[in-house]
C-alpha cells in the first residue's frame, strides 16, 4: 500500500517541473487569449466585454478571409501533393542507389536552413530579374516571366512552392525511416506468394505505414496552419490580401491594429481548425493502422 | 482519493501562474492615465520657459531607453544619434542612453505590445496621434521648448490633443510628392506636369525614351500608402476641406467616384507600363537607388529625398543630377499638400525617469541638434529659433507648393487604423495590375463601419 | 520492393538532378556571398575569384559572434531544459496508467496542434509580471515549453522499449526513484535525448519572431532578427554583406547536420518501431 502511493507521489513529482513550465509559459497564456477573444481590447484600457462581436466580425474581414482561403489552399495541396511526393521520394530515397548518402542529405537539408535565409535566397532567386526569369528568358518562355511574389496570382502559388522545397524532403525522410521500420521478411514472403511492384506497395507497404502516415499527414496539416514566416518576411501578404494566411492576418490584426481582442478571437478559430483537422485526420489513419 | 491530491497539485499550479499574471495585469490596470487627467506641472526648480539650454542635471548613473525605428547608418541619423548622445552627457555625466533601435515597421508592432505591458522605452519617437489619444504619453505642455514651437508647430496633429502638448513634433514634413531627374525632363524637353493627364503624358514621353517613369518600391507597404494618400488628397481636399469628415459621417461614402478616379489612375498607370517591373517586390532603398542611378525618372516619397539623393549618388559613384519637385495634382489642376510632423519625439507617461525623459526631449529640441535633423530630413522648421538653409534650391520648390494649398488631416486622419491598411491593400493590388472595380473598396467601407469607435476626429 | 538490386543508371541520374535542383539555393546563397559587386547582379556570371569583403563587412557591421553566443545560449539552454523535465515526464507517463496520468499526458500532448500567435500578449504581460521581459532566460523558458510535448512523447514511446524489471531490480536494491532515473533509465533514453535534439534544435535557432518581440537590448538579439534588422537597415541595396551573414549563421546548423544525419535516420526509425 505504501508502497504504491510514494510511486504515484513519485510519479507526481517527476511530472512537476515539466508541467509548471509547460503550464506557465504555454498553457496559460493561451486560455487568457481565450478570455480575450471575447472583448475588445486595445491594451491600455481595459478589456470590455462584448461577447462573440468579435467572432462575427471576423467575416467580414478581408484579409482574414483572404487568409482563412489560402491557408486551406495550402493545407489541401500539402496533404495531396506534398503527402504524395514525400511518399513517393522516400520509396526512391529507399533503394540502393550508389549515391544514396549524397541524395537524402541533399532532399533534407533545406528544412534546416532557417526561413529568414530562405526568404532572402527565394527573394532573390524569384526577382523580376532574378535567375529564374532569367533561366526562362534563356529558354524562350520570355512571355511568362513576371515578378512572382509581386504579382496578385502568382503570390501565394509560389509561397505554397517555396513551402515545398524544404517540406519535401522533410516529410520524406521521415516516410524513410517509416519505409525502413518494416522488416524485409514480410516483403520476402510477400514476393514468394506471386505478388510484386505496386500490389505489394498496396497491400504490404501501405498499411504498414499508416502510423508515419498519420505523424506525416499530422506535420503537414500543422505546418501549413502555421504559416507565418515565409508570408511576412516576402510579401507581408501583398500585393492587395493576396499571399495572407489566417497566421499572418491574425498577427497583423493583433500589432498593426492593435485589435488585441479581435485578434485572439481569430487565432482562437484558427487554433480551432488546427484541433478539429488534427483529430479527424488522427482517427482516419488510426483506424488503418496496422501494429506490427 | 488519492488522484485528488494530483488534481489540487495541477489546480494549485494553474492558480499560482494566475494569480502571478493578474498581479501585473492589477498593475497595469489601476493605473491608467488618460489624456485628461493632467499632472501637477513639472515643478523642477531648475526650469523656467525664457531658457533654452536646461540647466545641469545630476550625477545620477542610470540607464534611459530611447526607442525609434529610423535611425539608421545615414550619415545626419548617425550625427543625431551621436550629438544627442554627447549633449546629454553634459547634463547627466553618468547616465547611459540605450537606443532600442528595431528599423522598419517591426518598431511599431513591438512598441504597443511595449506599451500594453508597461515595458515601453522612456522616450519614444513616434508617428499617428492614436499614442497620444490613448493615454501613453505625458503631458508635456510646460516644457520650455513648447513656447519655441512656431504656428505650424502648435497646430501639428500627431504631437497635440486636447489643446495639450505630448510630443515634439520634428519639423513639418510634407506628406509627399514627386521627386523628379531634371536632367531627364531637360533631354526630353519635358515640364513638371499641373494636371493628372499632363502627369500621364509626361510618364508616356519618358517610357518612350527607354526610361522607368516612375520607381516604386511597395514591398515597404508605407510608400503604398504615401502615394494614395498624396494623390487622394488633391481629389478629395482641394475643393473640399471638409471631405473627411463628410466621410466620418457619411455623407460622403468611401466608393466616392473621386476616390474610385485615383486608383483607374493608379490603374492607367499600370497598364501603360509607367511603372518599375519589379515595383511590389522591391522596397523604398531599392528604388530610391533606381532613381538615383538615372535608370526611373521619377519618385514619389517624403522630404528626406533630396538629401537621400544625394547620399545614393555618392555612394553609388553615380552621375550626378538636379533634382526637382511638383506635388500630386487632380483632373482640374489642384494640388493640396499634406503637412504635419513626420516623427514626433514624446515622453512615456509610465516612466520611471520622467524628469530624465523630459531633459532628453529637452535637448533634441536645441537648435544644434534639431536644425541639422531638419535639414538631414528636409523637413521644415517648428521652433521659432531655429531657421534652416538648405543647400538644395529643389526646397523652394517644395515651399511653394505648400504655400499654394496645404492641409494638416489626410483621409486617414478620419480612418481607423483597419482603414488605413485596407486602403494600402487596394493601392497594391490596383498596382500589381490587377484591374480595379468598386468592389474594391468594400473592405475600406467595412473597416469603418466596424472599428469607427476608434477614430479620433483631428480637431 | 527488391531491395537487393540495384536501379537503373537512369532513374538514379534523375535522382541526382533533383538532389541538384534542391541544393541549387543553397549553391547560390554560397555562391553570393563571395561574387564580386561588379557581377553581382548579373544571375548569369559566375564568380572566379573568392571576394571577401562581404564577410568582412558583416563581421564588422554586426556583431556576429554576440548573435551567434546569444543564440547557442537560447537554443541549448531550451534544449537541456525540455530534456531535463520532458524526460522525467515522458518516462512516468509511459509507465503510470491511472485516469490523473492518463489525462496529464493528453495535456501536454494538446500543446502539439495549439498555435501560440494569440498567446503574444498576454505572454508579453506575464513576462512583466515575471519581471522576465528582455531577458534571454525568458526565451528559454519558452522554448522549453514549446519543446515539451514532442520532447514527453518521444521519452514516453522510448520508455516503452526499456524492460520494466529493470525498475523493479532496482528498487529492490533500494534505488531511490530519482537516482534510478537518471542512473539507468535516462541513459538508456539517449536515442529519444538524440532524436529530440536533433530535430528540434533547427526550429529553435531559426526562431525569429519572438527574439524580435521579447528581448529589447541589442547586446541579447539573436542571429536570426539581427539578420532581418540588418537587411532594414539600408542593405536590400547592398545585399553582399546580408548574404554572407546568412551564410554565417546558417552554418553552425548544417555542419552539426551533416555529421548527424545518420544518427537522425536511425532515431526516427527506432521512434516509429517503438511509437
Not at chain 1, 535566397?121 to 512571355?143: D, K, P, T, V
Not at chain 1, 518576411?233 to 492576418?249: D, H, Q
Not at chain 3, 512516468?92 to 501536454?108: C, E, G, P, S, T
Request: proline residues 5%; charged residues 15%; aromatic residues 12%.
Amino acid at each position: 500500500m505504501n508502497q504504491n502511493r510514494r510511486l504515484y507521489l513519485s510519479g507526481v513529482l517527476f511530472l512537476l517541473p515539466a508541467l509548471l513550465i509547460f503550464g506557465m509559459f504555454f498553457y496559460l497564456p493561451f486560455l487568457q487569449s481565450i478570455y480575450y477573444s471575447f472583448t475588445e481590447w486595445n491594451a491600455l484600457k481595459p478589456p470590455r466585454f462584448i461577447g462573440f462581436d468579435n467572432y462575427v466580425n471576423l467575416l467580414k474581414d478581408q484579409r482574414m478571409k483572404d487568409g482563412f482561403f489560402n491557408t486551406m489552399k495550402m493545407v489541401a495541396f500539402g496533404v495531396i501533393v506534398q503527402n504524395t511526393l514525400a511518399l513517393f521520394l522516400a520509396v526512391m530515397l529507399n533503394k540502393p542507389f550508389r549515391t544514396k548518402a549524397f541524395l537524402r542529405t541533399s532532399l533534407y537539408l533545406p528544412i534546416v536552413i532557417s526561413l529568414v535565409v530562405t526568404s532572402i535566397i527565394w527573394g532573390q532567386l524569384l526577382n523580376y530579374e532574378g535567375l529564374f526569369n532569367g533561366i526562362l528568358i534563356r529558354l524562350g518562355l520570355e512571355s511568362i516571366i513576371q515578378d512572382w511574389l509581386g504579382t496578385v496570382q502568382t503570390s501565394f502559388p509560389t509561397i505554397i512552392l517555396l513551402t515545398q522545397w524544404q517540406g519535401i524532403g522533410y516529410c520524406a525522410i521521415i516516410y524513410l525511416a517509416g519505409l525502413q521500420s518494416i522488416p524485409n521478411d514480410i516483403y520476402e514472403a510477400a514476393e514468394i506468394e506471386g505478388a510484386k511492384g505496386f500490389t505489394l506497395f498496396r497491400t504490404i507497404t501501405l498499411p504498414m505505414l499508416m502510423t508515419t502516415v498519420s505523424v506525416v499527414l499530422f506535420l503537414i496539416v500543422v505546418g501549413g496552419l502555421r504559416l507565418f514566416e515565409l508570408p511576412y518576411i516576402l510579401t507581408n501578404g501583398g500585393p492587395g490580401t493576396s499571399s495572407y494566411t489566417l497566421f499572418l492576418a491574425v498577427y497583423n490584426a493583433a500589432f498593426q491594429n492593435t485589435q488585441y481582442g479581435y485578434a485572439t478571437a481569430a487565432s482562437i478559430v484558427l487554433a480551432f481548425f488546427i484541433i478539429i483537422v488534427a483529430i479527424v485526420q488522427l482517427r482516419i489513419t488510426s483506424k488503418r493502422e496496422v501494429e506490427l | 482519493m488519492k488522484s485528488s491530491k494530483a488534481w489540487m497539485g495541477l489546480m494549485l499550479i494553474l492558480c499560482f501562474g494566475l494569480v502571478l499574471s493578474a498581479c501585473g495585469g492589477n498593475k497595469n490596470n489601476n493605473a491608467s492615465p488618460s489624456p485628461s487627467a493632467s499632472e501637477a506641472p513639472a515643478a523642477s526648480p531648475s526650469e523656467s520657459a525664457s531658457e533654452e539650454a536646461p540647466k545641469a542635471g545630476s550625477d545620477k548613473a542610470f540607464t534611459i531607453r530611447v526607442g525609434a525605428w529610423f535611425i539608421d547608418d545615414r550619415s545626419y541619423q548617425v550625427a543625431f544619434k551621436q550629438g544627442i548622445e554627447d549633449k546629454y552627457k553634459e547634463l547627466y555625466p553618468n547616465a547611459k542612453i540605450q537606443w532600442d533601435i528595431t528599423l522598419g515597421l517591426p518598431y511599431f508592432d513591438k512598441l504597443k505590445a511595449q506599451l500594453a505591458s508597461r515595458s515601453a522605452p522612456d522616450v519614444i519617437f513616434y508617428q499617428n496621434q492614436e499614442y497620444v489619444v490613448d493615454g501613453y504619453l505625458e503631458d508635456l505642455s510646460n516644457e520650455p521648448w513648447v513656447a519655441r514651437l512656431n504656428e505650424a508647430g502648435q497646430t501639428d496633429l500627431q504631437t497635440h490633443f486636447q489643446g495639450k502638448t505630448y510630443a515634439l513634433p520634428m519639423g513639418g514634413s510634407i506628406g509627399g510628392g514627386v521627386w523628379y531627374n531634371k536632367k531627364i525632363f531637360a533631354d526630353l524637353g519635358l515640364q513638371p506636369p499641373k494636371t493628372t493627364q499632363e502627369f500621364m503624358d509626361v510618364a508616356e514621353a519618358i517610357k518612350q525614351a527607354g526610361i522607368t517613369p516612375i520607381a516604386l518600391g511597395f514591398k515597404d507597404a508605407w510608400t503604398a500608402q504615401m502615394f494614395a494618400t498624396n494623390w487622394l488628397q488633391p481629389y478629395l481636399f482641394s475643393e473640399d476641406p471638409d471631405f473627411g469628415l463628410k466621410i466620418y459621417n457619411g455623407e460622403k461614402k468611401l466608393d466616392d467616384p473621386l476616390i474610385q478616379e485615383v486608383f483607374l489612375n493608379f490603374q492607367k498607370m499600370k497598364e501603360n507600363d509607367y511603372f518599375n517591373k519589379n515595383a511590389l517586390s522591391i522596397d523604398w532603398p531599392q528604388s530610391a537607388q533606381l532613381f538615383a542611378k538615372g535608370e526611373a525618372a521619377m519618385i514619389i516619397q517624403g522630404p528626406w529625398m533630396p538629401g537621400a539623393n544625394k547620399e545614393n549618388i555618392a555612394n553609388g559613384g553615380f552621375e550626378s543630377f538636379d533634382i526637382g519637385f511638383f506635388p500630386l495634382m487632380d483632373d482640374k489642376g489642384n494640388t493640396a499638400m499634406i503637412i504635419g510632423s513626420n516623427e514626433a519625439l514624446g515622453v512615456n507617461a509610465q516612466t520611471e525617469l520622467m524628469q530624465e525623459a523630459k531633459d532628453l526631449v529637452n535637448v533634441v529640441a536645441s537648435p544644434e541638434l534639431y536644425g541639422p535633423y531638419l535639414v538631414g530630413g528636409g523637413a521644415l522648421t517648428m521652433l521659432s529659433d531655429v531657421s534652416v538653409t538648405y543647400d538644395d534650391p529643389v526646397v523652394s520648390e517644395v515651399q511653394e507648393a505648400v504655400s499654394k494649398k496645404s492641409l494638416p488631416v489626410r483621409l486617414e486622419s478620419y480612418l481607423p487604423t483597419s482603414g488605413a491598411n485596407a486602403l494600402i491593400d487596394v493601392t497594391t493590388k490596383v498596382v500589381s495590375g490587377v484591374k480595379f472595380t468598386p468592389a474594391d473598396l468594400k473592405p475600406m467601407i467595412d473597416s469603418l463601419e466596424r472599428d469607427k469607435a476608434t477614430v479620433t476626429l483631428p480637431e | 520492393m527488391g531491395q537487393l538490386r540495384k536501379p537503373p543508371l537512369l532513374v538514379e541520374a534523375l535522382m541526382l538532378l533533383l538532389a541538384l535542383l534542391f541544393l541549387l539555393p543553397v549553391c547560390y546563397l554560397l555562391m553570393m556571398s563571395i561574387k564580386q559587386p561588379a557581377i553581382f547582379y548579373d544571375p548569369f556570371k559566375l564568380p572566379n575569384q573568392l571576394y571577401l569583403e562581404y564577410y568582412k563587412a558583416a563581421f564588422q557591421d554586426v556583431a556576429f559572434f554576440r548573435g551567434l553566443g546569444n543564440t547557442l545560449y537560447v537554443t541549448l539552454g531550451g534544449l537541456v531544459l525540455t530534456i531535463l523535465v520532458a524526460s522525467m515526464s515522458g518516462f512516468v507517463l509511459a509507465r503510470m496508467n491511472q485516469r490523473f496520468f492518463r489525462y496529464v499526458f493528453l495535456f501536454i500532448l494538446s500543446g502539439l496542434i495549439i498555435p501560440t500567435v494569440g498567446s503574444l500578449i498576454p505572454m508579453f504581460k506575464l513576462a512583466i509580471a515575471l519581471e522576465l521581459i528582455n531577458t534571454r532566460t525568458l526565451l528559454v523558458f519558452m522554448a522549453a515549453a514549446a519543446g515539451i510535448p514532442m520532447a514527453t512523447f518521444l521519452y514516453s514511446a522510448f520508455t516503452k522499449s526499456i524492460p520494466r524489471e529493470l525498475e523493479e531490480s532496482a528498487a529492490i536494491d533500494g534505488c531511490g526513484r530519482l537516482r534510478l532515473f537518471w542512473m539507468i533509465i535516462f541513459p538508456l533514453l539517449m536515442p529519444a535525448t538524440g532524436t529530440f535534439v536533433i530535430t528540434n534544435i533547427y526550429a529553435a535557432w531559426n526562431d525569429f519572431v519572438t527574439p524580435l518581440i521579447f528581448l529589447n537590448d541589442p547586446s541579447k538579439m539573436t542571429l536570426m532578427p539581427q539578420i532581418v534588422q540588418f537587411m532594414a537597415n539600408k542593405q536590400s541595396i547592398n545585399l553582399g554583406p546580408v548574404f554572407a551573414l546568412s551564410v554565417l549563421s546558417v552554418l553552425p546548423l548544417v555542419v552539426l547536420f551533416l555529421f548527424t544525419q545518420k544518427y537522425m535516420l536511425k532515431g526516427l526509425v527506432m521512434g516509429s518501431v517503438k511509437g
